[in-house]
């Protein structure tokens, strides 16, 4: 009749799985779990995914209806709400900080630029000085990302420069600066009621907590954390966003921490360092 049992590769003889039963799990598992492995990233599939993925996300943004008159009401909600809760103090900060020109000047530039400068930064970081631990980082920053947009879609929402009547001063437009698509020639290119919830707030913690945990100089730490904190006041200060559109990124970056965490069994900093080299 035969012998019942076939032999590995390594010689040791195993026993078919009963009749009706699949014998691919094992298959299966075992790309699952090398999916699921750091590794090390390769770059030319790194620079197309995140230039893909950017693409897709400001498409989608940019697609999801303005609903200018709902993003308005709820302006005037959000505005409400936090009079209630005794922190509406986004319009004192406004006017402070735009009576003083170099400072909010500064302040409009930054909001243009370092959003996407210092996140590529900090990714280029991980890449090339934290390969192991790259791939979860990246999920964390690409969830968050995802999580936004169900935000600009379900509760659309007019930045504090937009309402109508609340006297905020749009600094952008007021300085004539340029490199941001929320004021002037370039606004028609972007949804404009997508203030909530802010995504220089979850980019910018995003780099921070990274930048914080895994950083050795005591001072590159401290700049970690600076870098949110500055940003929360910049956001504030060019009327862009209020104080709740930033708890808003906030609860984004946790889900994409914890959907990261729940993928690669550990939060990104807790993974090793290296990671084995894929080819291909």
């Known amino acids: 009749m035969g012998d019942a049992n076939t032999r590995t ?140 947009l169900l935000g600009y879609y379900f509760f659309p929402l007019a930045p504090p420069r937009l309402m109508t009547g609340g006297g905020f001063v749009d600094t952008l437009i007021d300085h004539g600066t340029w490199g941001s698509m929320a004021s002037g020639n370039l606004a028609s290119m972007s949804n404009q009621y997508a203030a909530m919830p802010s995504m220089h707030i979850g980019w910018s913690l995003w780099c921070g907590i990274t930048i914080a945990l895994l950083a050795k100089p005591l001072w590159a730490r401290a700049l970690g954390l600076l870098y949110p904190a500055t940003t929360l006041l910049v956001i504030v200060s060019t009327a862009n966003h209020f104080w709740l559109d930033a708890l808003g990124g906030v609860a984004c970056l946790s889900v994409g921490f914890a959907l990261a965490s729940l993928w690669y069994g550990s939060l990104p900093h807790r993974l090793p360092r290296a990671a084995p080299h894929v080819f291909g």
């Open 9 to 148: 590769l390594d010689g040791l003889p195993t026993t078919p799985p009963p009749k009706g039963e699949r014998a691919d799990h094992p298959v299966a598992e075992r790309r699952m779990a090398r999916l699921r492995a750091p590794r090390t990233p390769r770059l030319w599939f790194e620079i197309l995914l995140i230039a893909v993925s950017y693409w897709t996300y400001s498409m989608i943004r940019n697609a999801v209806p303005e609903q200018k008159a709902k993003a308005l009401r709820n302006a005037d909600w959000i505005w409400q709400a936090e009079h209630s809760l005794g922190i509406a103090v986004e319009h004192t900060v406004n006017h402070a900080v735009d009576s003083v020109t170099w400072l909010i000047v500064t302040m409009n530039y930054y909001y243009a630029t370092l959003h996407f400068i210092v996140t590529i930064g900090v990714l280029v970081w991980l890449y090339r000085w934290h390969p192991g631990r790259y791939a979860a980082a990246r999920l964390a920053l690409f969830a968050t990302t995802g999580v936004a």
